[in-house]
């Protein structure tokens, strides 16, 4: 939520924070905006209502010269889009500038306070408070730029990352963070100040991830240093990114959604990568804890939006193979519900970002409560992988679609092999259990390349209905929680309200809603629940329902009654949803691409939520 750059160095500022910006844009684009100090040494702040490419328009013929400088992209929490509430916000005297990610809880205390001793205010934000405050105190204290920051940060509640520039000081970034991460690039005579690493790989591989509590001080031909908020030196612990520039451009394709669907087939087989060997799992995560799980009671899933849909599966594919009682949760309703956590209990914590605000808080409870707490990340280094006892990284590269895709997969994938990594040790699946799924986990992206030749087919049926106002998703068993993600990847891109619901029970409600208008989207693979799922459609179409149904290569009985069949190959049952989820991205995506709707930015959207 919100994106970062910065930049203090020898080049120009201005390019390298615009094509940060937008990098980052997948994290929100509701305004944009650029603080840069110019070689006379003037602070000039230009900043835009929507997305980062009219805020270059609005910065033609302005001055963007300045060899520092700050911007962001933002996505409103307080205050509603607009040119003055988007950062960089400024102090009065128009020389300290700030960009800001995060919330600030007690800014209207402060802001309270600060307005009794004159100061006024332009913005609704609660990042004004924080660049006021600096400067109050700055002035009261006749102190430096960084000891008044730091005074700062001591009275500010809340969650931040932030970066400060001052034109009395050009030659200095003051950067921060409390719970929404920061990333420092270290070039050569040069470093940039990022929300991920994705605007800084172009020029090093070489960052530093600020921790919890630290202040960075980037001095221009100075070595970086950084302080914690109670201004003790830390150690710098510069890691080497493997990221590739590559990664985050669409390489040909239209739209990064698109491109992140084809891409399954290659990152579901960089997340398997010597985690299958001779038909075994080997997940250290698991094999570096054993006690931990042999001795688990229980097992608490906790997540966000996709992330929860695939803990939901993966709950399923745990007590199918581990025989480990697990719930799963949505992490904003467990942090605050007081739940009940044994110290034999195992947290396991599902997120794509690893910077998910409500999933970051859940953790924390569940390790001040006692309980051992596993990671399912994609975002190496993030804060979820950081805060985590142990846990296995998705390796599905950057994802930049709004809409996750290629994480849902990798997710489900981890999963499966987590599942029985448990159930190896405990001994609750046999070893030719084990051996066969494992052997299909290795098929699978095999069976993805051969799933992702429905794309046409799909392109061809989404025409038909571009224009409904209401879906409906159902699924069974393992397929349930897979109507619930296709429902939500059309909702999210296309503006069409979907609903996903176990197929049995649809009889329980959703029935009423249909007819010729209400189309249904039924995940029906060749499984244990087969004959009921086909039973389901039947109640759809004697009410003048349509179906588009996902099946397996050779039903021989879906084709008779559904109004559009889509040929998935035969995959086990434990891991059809991670196939049977393609074509409904592939639907998702060519609905709303019909629509007219932009799917890698859908409003309203962001992809990394470090707000509650
Ligand atoms: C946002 C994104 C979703 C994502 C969810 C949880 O809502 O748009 O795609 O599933 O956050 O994010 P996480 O990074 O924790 O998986």
Redesign the pocket.
């Known amino acids: 939520m919100c994106g970062i750059v910065g930049y203090i160095g020898q080049q120009e500022a201005y390019p390298i924070l615009i094509k940060g910006l937008h990098r980052l844009e997948y994290r929100g684009y509701d305004s944009a905006g650029v603080a840069i100090i110019n070689p006379d040494d003037r602070l000039n702040i230009y900043k835009h209502t929507g997305k980062v490419a009219e805020l270059e328009t609005f910065c033609e013929a302005k001055d963007i010269a300045g060899t520092v400088g700050i911007a962001h992209t933002r996505w409103a929490t307080h205050g509603e889009p607009s040119d003055i509430n988007a950062h960089p916000h400024y102090s009065t005297n128009g020389k300290i500038a700030i960009v800001h990610n995060g919330t600030i809880e007690n800014y209207n205390v402060l802001k309270q306070a600060l307005i009794q001793h004159g100061c006024e205010f332009v913005s609704q934000t609660d990042t004004e408070v924080v660049v006021k405050l600096i400067e109050y105190i700055q002035t009261s204290n006749n102190c430096t730029l960084l000891d008044a920051v730091r005074e700062a940060l001591s009275q500010v509640v809340g969650a931040y990352a932030i970066a400060v520039i001052d034109s009395d000081h050009p030659d200095t970034v003051i950067a921060a963070r409390k719970s929404s991460p920061l990333v420092i690039g270290i070039g050569d005579g040069e470093t940039f100040i990022a929300s991920d690493a994705s605007p800084i790989i172009d020029y090093t591989n070489r960052v530093v991830y600020l921790r919890d509590n630290e202040i960075a001080i980037i001095s221009r031909n100075e070595p970086l240093k950084v302080i914690t908020t109670d201004n003790k030196e830390s150690k710098i612990d510069i890691q080497t990114l493997r990221m590739s520039v590559s990664q985050l451009e669409k390489g040909g394709y239209p739209h990064f959604m698109l491109k992140e669907i084809f891409e399954q087939t290659e990152t579901i087989f960089d997340c398997v990568r010597g985690r299958v060997v001779n038909d075994t799992i080997k997940l250290s995560g698991v094999s570096d804890h054993p006690d931990r799980f042999i001795n688990a009671g229980r097992i608490i899933i906790v997540?966000?939006?996709?992330?929860?849909?695939a803990g939901l599966i993966g709950a399923r594919l745990i007590e199918n193979f581990a025989r480990i009682p697990t719930r799963v949760e949505y992490?904003s309703e467990f942090r605050y519900a007081n739940p009940v956590i044994n110290s034999d209990d195992v947290v396991i914590a599902?997120?794509?970002?690893?910077?998910?605000a409500d999933?970051l808080a859940a953790i924390k409870l569940a390790k001040e409560r006692g309980a051992f707490v596993y990671g399912v990340?994609?975002?190496v280094g993030s804060s979820?992988a950081r805060e985590t006892d142990t846990g296995t990284y998705i390796h599905v590269g950057p994802?930049i679609g709004?809409?996750?895709t290629k994480?849902?997969t990798g997710?489900v994938t981890v999963l499966a092999m987590l599942a029985l990594a448990i159930a190896q040790l405990k001994g609750t699946a046999s070893r030719s259990q084990v051996a066969e799924v494992a052997r299909s986990i290795q098929k699978l992206p095999e069976l993805i390349k051969e799933t992702l030749l429905l794309n046409p087919q799909i392109e061809k049926l989404s025409s038909t209905y571009t224009y409904v106002h209401n879906f409906l998703y159902l699924g069974r068993g393992y397929n349930y929680p897979n109507a619930l993600e296709g429902a939500l990847k059309l909702k999210?891109i296309s503006y069409i309200h979907a609903e996903g619901y176990p197929a049995a029970e649809m009889k329980h409600g959703p029935i009423a809603l249909i007819d010729k208008e209400m189309p249904t989207v039924v995940i029906a693979p060749d499984d244990d629940l087969h004959e009921k799922v086909i039973s389901n459609i039947q109640q759809v179409k004697a009410r003048g329902g349509s179906v588009i149904a996902i099946v397996t290569r050779g039903d021989t009985t879906i084709p008779k009654i559904a109004d559009h069949v889509l040929e998935i190959p035969p995959v086990p049952e434990a891991l059809s949803p991670i196939i049977a989820a393609i074509p409904l991205q592939l639907l998702a995506y060519h609905i709303a691409i019909m629509k007219g709707c932009n799917v890698d930015m859908p409003r309203n959207?962001?992809?990394?939520?470090t707000v509650e």
């Not at 959207?605 to 939520?609: E, T």
């Open positions: 997540a966000c939006g996709t992330s929860w849909h992490a599902i997120s794509q970002s690893g910077e998910t999933t990340c994609n975002v979820i994802e709004v809409a996750s994480a849902f997710q999210e959207l962001a992809k990394s939520v």
